[in-house]
T-cell receptor
């Protein structure tokens, strides 16, 4: 199993450009998440999905959109990139269990720089 | 709202010394707590998790954590630090829909 994979690993954008980050998981997990990691701030949840075709906002959703057309994929889009979106982006997935909390499995990250 | 606090941003220990990384949580209900480790330029990896089965939780790489309800703490320890333990460590608490709230993280350095 590849686990959680992210594409691309690195990207440099100019302000105003758009891009899509792809997350894929092969563990048949129901839940998927997008985080951003900034120095001294830990990980902050951008958007998440509890199943195919459903998405919800996290703590810092502004400037981002997501889609989950297939269970194994979760896309994060930046329509008009801003320097404040320079960050490392992590995707994660987890099983759904209402009582027993299963951990989240993380991808290797995408380092995005917006100039 | 459930949250976690990791005091300090950096801990430095000598190789072979005790590692102690602190985590305190605030939760109105019994929490589910996690410790993750992030090695340089990598994603996060689960070290251990507390799910109320036992207060002393053993994880990978010789780490363990003890849940203390009276102190609202879930500190991470390792008896003897190794150079390979140098990394960033995150404490997290589970919220609804299996979402996690992470602490700000703490960087562990190990001196030879």
């Amino acid at each position: 199993n590849a686990g959680v994979t992210q594409t691309p690993k690195f990207r440099v954008l100019k302000t105003g450009q758009s891009m899509t980050l792809l997350c894929a998981q092969d563990m048949n997990h129901e839940y998927m998440y997008w985080y951003r990691q900034d120095p001294g701030m830990g990980l902050r949840l951008i958007h998440y999905s509890v199943g195919e075709g459903t998405t919800a906002k996290g703590e810092v959703p502004d400037g981002y959109n997501v889609s989950r057309l297939k269970k194994q994929n979760f896309l994060l889009g930046l329509e008009s990139a801003a320097p404040s979106q320079t960050s490392v982006y992590f995707c994660a997935s987890s099983l759904f269990r209402d009582i027993v909390p299963y951990e989240q499995y993380f991808g290797p990250g995408t380092r995005l720089t917006v100039t | 709202a459930q949250s976690v606090t990791q005091l300090g941003s950096h801990v430095s220990v000598s190789e072979g010394a005790l590692v102690l990384l602190r985590c305190n949580y605030s939760s109105s209900v019994p929490p589910y707590l996690f410790w993750y480790v992030q090695y340089p330029n990598q994603g996060l990896q689960l070290l251990l998790k507390y799910t109320s089965a036992a207060t002393l939780v053993k994880g990978i790489n010789g780490f363990e954590a003890e849940f203390k309800k009276s102190e609202t703490s879930f500190h991470l320890t390792k008896p003897s630090a190794h150079m390979s333990d140098a990394a960033e460590y995150f404490c997290a608490v589970r919220r609804a829909n299996s979402k996690l709230t992470f602490g700000k993280g703490i960087t562990l350095s190990v001196r030879p």
